[in-house]
Nanobody, 122 residues
Framework: QVQLVESGGGLVQAGSSLRLSCAAS????????MGWFRQAPGKERKFVAC???????SYADSVKGRFTMSRDNANNTVYLQMNSLKPEDTAMYYC????????????????WGQGTQVTVSS
C-alpha cells in the first residue's frame, strides 16, 4: 500500500519556524516530483513548493525566501522548512507525488497525504 504521511504541523506564533515531514512508503519516489500544497478553510488548495530528484525546486511567490523544500531519497522523505511564519500561512498542508511538474503544479498528483495542520497566531 502506497502512503504519504505528513507530520510536524502545530500551533506557533508569527515569526516562528516549523519543519514538516512527508514520509513515503510502499514504493520508491525518487523518480517523482514531490510537492507541498496547502488549503486554508473555505479556500482552494494551493501549490506551495516542489522538488525534483535532481534538486531543482520551485516555490510559490508567497513563500519564496521563507520556505525551503528538501528531500532525502534514501529515506523516501521530503521536508518543508518554514521560517518567518505569518498568520496567512495557516492552513492544512499536504504532501503530494506526481510523475511530472506540470501535473503537480496543476494539482493533479498520483499520491496525496492526509495533511498536517499549521496554525500561526499573530
Amino acid at each position: 500500500q502506497v502512503q504519504l504521511v505528513e507530520s510536524g504541523g502545530g500551533l506557533v506564533q508569527a515569526g516562528s519556524s516549523l519543519r514538516l515531514s512527508c514520509a513515503a512508503s510502499g514504493r520508491t519516489f525518487s523518480s517523482y516530483v514531490m510537492g507541498w500544497f496547502r488549503q486554508a478553510p473555505g479556500k482552494e488548495r494551493k501549490f506551495v513548493a516542489c522538488r525534483w530528484s535532481d534538486g531543482s525546486t520551485s516555490y510559490a511567490d508567497s513563500v519564496k525566501g521563507r520556505f525551503t523544500m528538501s528531500r532525502d531519497n534514501a529515506n523516501n522523505t521530503v521536508y518543508l522548512q518554514m521560517n518567518s511564519l505569518k498568520p496567512e500561512d495557516t492552513a492544512m498542508y499536504y504532501c503530494a507525488a506526481a510523475r511530472t511538474f506540470s501535473s503537480l503544479r496543476a494539482g493533479v498528483a498520483e499520491y496525496w497525504g492526509q495533511g498536517t495542520q499549521v496554525t500561526v497566531s499573530s
